[in-house]
């Protein structure tokens, strides 16, 4: 697996980063919600420099001008619901893309801190030799990236695979080293320090999903 760390490099994606952070901006959810969707917007254009790309041309009023286009089918999925936010601004950039959605949530069915991931909802077109990139704004233990994976790739196979979370913690990048292939792409727009013993990022920002829509029962 490939991992691409965005964050790195100071950019203004450091910015959105810090403000979504922060608990005092975190009280205005339209914030919270644009702040996302510009972190989507780059996240995209970063991704979009390793997909294919054929040679095209373009009639202007004055005349003919060859560039390029990208020449791959893709696919943005995101996972329901805090993925929702960030996949408007990989809409945004890949305005040609289709789109699928997957529920998954973290079940404790004995009421304690052991979970399992359940998958009850999947609205996806086909990813026979497209390019899949799988939207999720938290990377924690990544069993639920890993189960909709696998969810997904029961009947068809993607040409190629790019998971784009904003806030990852280092067990979570592990996890996936270890069960998923290694032709696919992780993008990380921030590592964090650890889990904390309920499995929750550290010092992450909280429930993106409820920030970004409110509380859930």
Same mark, same amino acid.
């Given at each position: 697996?490939?991992?691409?760390?965005?964050?790195?490099?100071?950019?203004?994606?450091?910015?959105?980063?810090?403000? %979504?952070?922060?608990?005092?901006?975190?009280?205005?959810?339209?914030?919270?919600?644009?702040?996302?969707?510009?972190?989507?917007?780059?996240?995209?254009?970063?991704?979009?420099?390793?997909?294919?790309?054929?040679?095209?041309?373009?009639?202007?009023?004055?005349?003919?001008?060859?560039?390029?286009?990208?020449? #791959?089918?893709?696919?943005?999925?995101? %996972?329901?619901?805090?993925?929702?936010?960030?996949?408007?601004?990989?809409?945004?950039?890949?305005?040609?893309?289709?789109?699928?959605?997957?529920?998954?949530?973290?079940?404790?069915?004995?009421?304690? #801190?052991?979970?399992?991931?359940?998958?009850?909802?999947?609205?996806?077109?086909?990813?026979?030799?497209?390019?899949?990139?799988?939207?999720?704004?938290?990377?924690?233990?990544?069993?639920? %990236?890993?189960?909709?994976?696998?969810?997904?790739?029961?009947?068809?196979?993607?040409?190629?695979?790019?998971?784009?979370?904003?806030?990852?913690?280092?067990?979570?990048? #592990?996890?996936?080293?270890?069960?998923?292939?290694?032709?696919?792409?992780?993008?990380?727009?921030?590592?964090?320090?650890?889990?904390?013993?309920?499995?929750?990022?550290?010092?992450?920002?909280?429930?993106?999903?409820?920030?970004?829509?409110? #509380?859930?029962?």
């Amino acid at each position: 697996m490939q991992i691409h760390y965005i964050s790195n490099n100071n950019s203004i994606l450091n910015h959105f980063l810090a403000e %979504i952070r922060d608990v005092q901006i975190q009280k205005d959810g339209l914030r919270f919600r644009k702040n996302m969707e510009r972190i989507g917007e780059i996240m995209a254009y970063e991704i979009s420099k390793e997909l294919q790309y054929q040679e095209v041309s373009v009639t202007t009023p004055l005349g003919v001008k060859n560039t390029t286009a990208v020449a #791959d089918k893709v696919v943005l999925c995101s %996972i329901l619901r805090a993925g929702l936010a960030l996949h408007t601004g990989f809409t945004n950039f890949f305005d040609h893309a289709e789109n699928g959605f997957v529920s998954a949530y973290r079940h404790h069915p004995n009421n304690d #801190d052991f979970f399992d991931i359940l998958i009850e909802y999947k609205a996806i077109p086909s990813l026979e030799n497209k390019v899949l990139i799988l939207i999720d704004p938290m990377l924690a233990t990544g069993q639920s %990236i890993v189960a909709v994976l696998n969810k997904l790739h029961l009947e068809q196979k993607p040409k190629e695979v790019h998971i784009a979370v904003v806030i990852a913690a280092p067990e979570g990048i #592990d996890h996936l080293r270890e069960t998923i292939p290694g032709n696919c792409h992780l993008w990380v727009a921030s590592l964090d320090e650890k889990l904390n013993e309920k499995n929750y990022i550290i010092p992450g920002l909280g429930d993106a999903g409820d920030l970004a829509f409110g #509380d859930k029962l």
